[in-house]
Nanobody, 121 residues
Framework: VQLQASGGGSVLDGGSLKLSCVGS????????IGWVRQRADKEREAVAC??????AGYYSNVAEGRFTISRTGNRIDLQMTNLKPEDTAVYYC?????????????????WGQGTKVTVSS
């Protein structure tokens, strides 16, 4: 059972990136899923989530209108647009039966490896 994330990189202020995460060994649709980021000297935060058995995304204030989360089978994507330097972070995909854990980015059952996103001004 694992999550494998990809797609990080470096972009300029205002640029776009797409992160992807593929799950294996479990049925991802049965899990709440999300993208969680860890910025330097900041608390870990969930930026975009989808509840189990659903496809509609929910977003933190900083992500609303700029990020789009989607899921297809055992894959989840995060399309990020209009990126800002403050979006610089390590981004993780994560999953859990308990959707509250996904929203709170706490005690999550499954984590992908982080993928670094750097936005330069």
């Amino acid at each position: 059972v694992q999550l494998q994330a990809s797609g990080g990189g470096s972009v300029l202020d205002g640029g776009s990136l797409k992160l992807s995460c593929v799950g294996s060994g479990f049925r991802m649709l049965s899990y709440g899923i999300g993208w969680v980021r860890q910025r330097a000297d900041k608390e870990r935060e969930a930026v975009a989530c989808i509840p189990a058995l659903q496809h509609a995304g929910y977003y933190s204030n900083v992500a609303e209108g700029r990020f789009t989360i989607s899921r297809t089978g055992n894959r989840i994507d995060l399309q990020m647009t209009n990126l800002k330097p403050e979006d610089t972070a390590v981004y993780y995909c994560a999953a859990d039966f308990d959707y509250n854990r996904v929203i709170l980015a706490s005690n999550l059952g499954l984590w992908g490896q982080g993928t670094k996103v750097t936005v330069s001004s």
